[in-house]
């Protein structure tokens, strides 16, 4: 896990928090992560049976009643002018673009990363996520304000030995494709809230030198050289 201190500005941050504020006011939650999964089964029947099921298979000490936050899709836009130039430095990726794409039949080319999920996540009190891994290369995630010390949201990866606490800017990059177990502890102060932003990309790729690579919805092609 690569901790970045201060990879973003107090005044980025708080630009990203009120467009996803914006989002989050029309109601648009994206139900397709595990955070909205969590969020149903716990406003019907009171736990997440799907939580209580990562917590007792990985053995962390977390209740099954918790909140999954609530979580918005943020504009391309933003994201790409925000951070495409630092997440491709920060990766050792320089030159190298976004692309946007959920569906996982576009795949990352020499010329371009795919950013599979670019979202802001808000959590209140005894709000957390379960121990899960993220199925893809690259997870980079961000704190977008602090939390005070105590108060809880602190990024924990439990086989590891290590809890981040939010801390406004800074920055995990981590690989959790099918390892690097890890869970958001609930906030446990009535007064606090945290937000983070999440991206989860895909990189890594198979061509080699002297490749035709084309992009299909282009119809463009090149020589990987």
């Not at 201060?6 to 397709?32: M, N, P, Q």
């Not at 039949?105 to 795919?114: G, Y």
């Not at 981040?164 to 690097?180: D, F, M, N, Q, R």
Request: net charge negative.
């Amino acid at each position: 896990v690569v901790q970045m201190p201060e990879f973003l500005s107090e005044s980025e941050c708080s630009r990203i928090i009120e467009a996803g504020e914006r989002i989050a006011a029309t109601g648009a939650e994206c139900e397709e992560y595990l955070n909205a999964r969590v969020n149903s089964e716990v406003s019907t029947s009171g736990t997440s049976q799907e939580a209580q099921l990562l917590i007792e298979e990985c053995k962390v000490d977390m209740a099954e009643d918790a909140g999954g936050g609530f979580r918005v899709r943020l504009e391309e836009a933003l994201i790409k002018e925000i951070l495409e130039e630092r997440v491709s430095y920060a990766m050792g990726l320089e030159g190298i673009s976004f692309f946007f794409e959920e569906g996982a039949w576009e795949r990352p080319t020499p010329r371009r990363i795919i950013i599979r999920d670019q979202t802001m996540v808000k959590y209140g009190l005894n709000d957390g996520v379960p121990p899960h891994v993220d199925g893809k290369d690259a997870t980079l995630l961000i704190y977008l304000n602090t939390v005070p010390e105590g108060s809880g949201g602190r990024t924990v990866f439990p086989e590891d030995g290590l809890a981040v606490p939010p801390i406004s800017g800074t920055a995990l990059l981590y690989k959790s494709k099918t390892e690097l177990l890890h869970f958001s502890e609930p906030v446990g102060d009535p007064n606090a809230e945290k937000y983070i932003l999440q991206l989860l990309i895909d990189y890594e790729h198979d061509y080699k030198k002297g490749d035709k690579i084309v992009d299909f919805k282009t119809g463009q092609s090149y020589i990987y050289e």
